[in-house]
């Protein structure tokens, strides 16, 4: 076979393919590249590593600039990542180039597989991808939680959250009270709903209730439409202590007695604090 040949006639399709048919060449771009990876593969198998490099200042000087080494590379890698297990290859097809191109230097099965699945289920950008993967975002929940969301079983709220979470001080503050930690989020409150996870929706900051004759305040209280429930967040920028739960299991119970209504699950309470630099929480 000439690979080379059969790799630039490939190319060139593809080439002519994005500019007839603008509706699915991401798809068709896709597939070109992951079957250029294996030719790329099978020629390296024949003639060595160096194949590469020879193909690609051919392919530069026929064909055009941006099939350098590295996009070859990337193809390669692509076909091998994408060839090897059958759950995987099953999602070849479903993102964009430029999202492979974020998950390609992972490596690791899983991994791709859980951003493949958060891709799909939130239709992320390249930049919301990776700015998931920039945040640790996988290595932020548990094997059993990253496990149920690659194989799609059930899962609970609990599970959707990711710890510790990451919230910016984009104004570089040296010293975080819970004012201040309350303030970053509400300067960036979607950013913050999805760190959280799926489905939260925002009602309101310093939310006043009467429990009994004294009104007290919830730091933030958020509504999940997925799991149909109210969930009360407290701030606490000291050591996790009992009185903070017992708060917050007031709250609850004040939520749950006068605005859960039947069909609407049980409130959850989370209590987000400060340790070692990073915001970790507990989820009641």
């Not at 997925?226 to 009992?242: A, D, G, M, P, S």
């Not at 709250?251 to 007695?257: E, L, T, W």
């Amino acid at each position: 076979m000439d690979y080379y040949q059969e790799i630039k006639n490939k190319i060139i399709n593809n080439e002519i393919y994005v500019r007839v048919k603008d509706y699915s060449k991401e798809r068709n771009r896709v597939i070109t590249y992951f079957e250029i990876g294996k030719l790329l593969y099978d020629a390296g198998g024949k003639y060595g590593e160096a194949i590469i490099k020879k193909y690609s200042k051919k392919l530069q000087a026929e064909v055009g600039e941006k099939y350098n080494k590295r996009a070859l590379f990337r193809m390669r890698q692509f076909y091998m990542i994408f060839s090897r297990s059958e759950k995987v290859s099953q999602l070849a097809t479903q993102l964009t180039w430029s999202h492979y191109v974020e998950l390609l230097p992972l490596k690791d099965e899983n991994k791709i597989l859980y951003y493949i699945q958060e891709c799909l289920r939130f239709n992320l950008t390249r930049n919301e991808l990776r700015e998931k993967i920039k945040n640790h975002e996988y290595e932020r929940v548990s094997d059993a939680v990253r496990t149920n969301l690659i194989c799609q079983d059930g899962i609970d709220i609990e599970q959707v959250i990711k710890n510790p979470i990451v919230i910016k001080n984009i104004k570089k503050y040296e010293t975080i009270s819970e004012k201040i930690l309350q303030q970053l989020i509400l300067e960036d409150i979607p950013a913050f709903l999805k760190e959280l996870g799926v489905g939260f929706s925002f009602i309101g900051n310093e939310y006043k209730i009467k429990i009994g004759d004294r009104y007290n305040y919830i730091d933030l209280l958020l509504y999940n439409i997925k799991f149909k429930c109210y969930v009360v967040i407290e701030l606490k920028v000291t050591e996790l202590k009992k009185e903070h739960i017992g708060q917050i299991k007031a709250y609850m119970n004040y939520i749950d007695k006068n605005m859960k209504t039947i069909d609407e699950d049980k409130t959850v309470g989370i209590i987000i604090v400060k340790e070692r630099k990073q915001i970790c929480y507990g989820v009641l």
